[in-house]
Structure formats: C-alpha cells, structure tokens
C-alpha cells in the first residue's frame, strides 16, 4: 500500500481488529467512563473529550507492525492506535499461540520490506541482534546468516517525512509486540514465524512518559515510544515527533477525562503538536 492510500477518515487497522475482536465476544467489553461507557468510534474517548479534530497523519516510507495481545485492542489506553492514526502504513493483527495469520506471514515474505522485531536484546541470541536498520536493495538477497549492516545511504531521503529509503531500497517493516511486558515475553518466546527476522534492540536514553498504565521501570515505553523511537531510526523525524507530540495530547484528553477536567487545547502538547503541522508534512484534518 502506498503512503497515502489510505483515506483519513476511514477505519484504519487496529479499529478493524477492534471491531472483529468485539465480534468474537461473548459478553460486552466495558470500559469505564462516559455515561453508560459511552465512547467516541474514532478515538475511544469519551465524546465530551474526543481527540478525533486532532488526529495527524504522517507520509512515511517505514511501515509498523503490530501484533496485538487478545484484549489489547479493546483497551482505550492503548497507543498502538495512536500510530495507525499518524502511519499510514500500520497493520494489525491479532496473537494466538496455535497459528498465525496468513496475512501477517505473507507480509513478512514481501520483498518490498525488511522487516525488523523489535524486542530487548538482552533477552536475545546476540548473533540475531541489530541495533541500526540494515542497507538492503530490492534487487539482491541478504546475505546468508543473522545482518549486522548499517544505515541505508541518505541520498535517498523521502522529501516529504525525512525517511532515508530511495524507490530500490527495501522499506523497513517495524514489528511490534503489543501487550504487557509478561505477554509480550510469552509472544516472543511462542512465534516460531517471527524467528528468522532479525531483532531490532533500541538503545535510548530517554524515560517513558506514559502515565496511563502503570510500570515498575523508566525504560519501559509504550507501543507508541517505542515506535517513534524506531521512526526516528529511520530517518523519519516529522513522523518521530509527531507521533510523540500525539500521544501527549491523547494523554492530556484521556487524563481530563478521567478526572473530569475540561480540555486546555492551549496547553504546550497542544501547542507542540500544532507547530508540526509543517507544509508538506503533517496535516490535522479539522473535518474529523
């Protein structure tokens, strides 16, 4: 799919895993919040502090992953919506320890992307490991054994977010494990499909600044740091920094929210993510 084919307004991944996930219920998920649990479709809020005017979208060469944990979907805390909202090119798919999509496995096997897992490398075979993305053309196969090669050449760079892949370059795929830390070891540990891919391991110095769950380490980041921070790695600093400045402003709604406190649209994650909306980069779609 290219950057722009999907139109905005439009379900994206992750509400169509939502929305199948609530197929398969056999009792109602309720969420708290909002009289009766009311929430908006768009963005999961309540509708008196809905995000939907907001939501950014980012052109991007890199594409994410996301395998999801069964309930993950049906959160409103979860960010990994967060990041369809801003990328394009998010896909979502649902974990089970039996079986694995056919749609995810043929992704993973099409040669436009080099896909990457993103995981902790201290919990990995140091031979599989990768902490930079790899320089890999669409007309040659990787070299046999686990890719230890650098960053693709910037002469390549997207004009439009930053991302450094020409049209020869294979496009990075970042996979991302959608759950709670102990689920996300169980995913990594039973998903024989994912372990010829090489395991992408961030080194950053930054502490989380997620405030809707709680976590007993700093560097713990939520699905939606983790892929800005993966973004950033490929180049694509205006989607990087969008998808950060985003999640402050969901953070802010979902915290108001909570406390039943009204929107301050004038506060600084407000502000910073207006600033992104640069021409030919970021749009916020007021019709939303």
Known sequence: MAPDARPHALPHAVSRLRAARLARSSKP??????????????????????LCSLRPMVPTQAGVCLIMADIEPLKPSNTGWLIADVVADTAAFGWTRTSADPTLLAMLADPQWQPYLVFPGEFVAPERVVTRLIACNRATQPAAGPPQGG??????????????????????????????????????????????????????????????????????FCTSEVAALCLDLAGETLASQT??????????????????????????????????????????????
């Open 151 to 220: 960053l693709a050449p910037s002469g390549g760079h997207d004009p439009r977010s930053g991302g450094a892949w020409g049209q020869s370059a294979k496009r990075p795929l970042f996979v991302l494990l959608d759950a709670t830390w102990p689920e996300a070891r169980k995913m990594f540990r039973k998903s024989p499909y994912l372990n010829h891919l090489p395991v992408l391991s961030l080194e950053s110095e930054h502490i989380s600044r997620y405030r809707l769950r709680r976590s007993r380490r700093d560097d713990h």
């Open 29 to 50: 998920f309720l969420a708290r919040g909002g009289p009766h649990g009311e929430r908006c479709a768009g963005c999961r809020l309540v509708p008196s502090h809905c």
């Open 243 to 288: 998808l950060e400045a985003y999640l402050d402003v969901f953070t802010h709604h979902y915290l108001r929210a909570k406390n039943q406190l009204p929107v301050d649209g004038g506060d600084a994650a407000h502000m910073r993510l207006q600033a992104l909306r640069l021409p030919g980069g970021a749009t916020i779609n007021p019709s939303l």
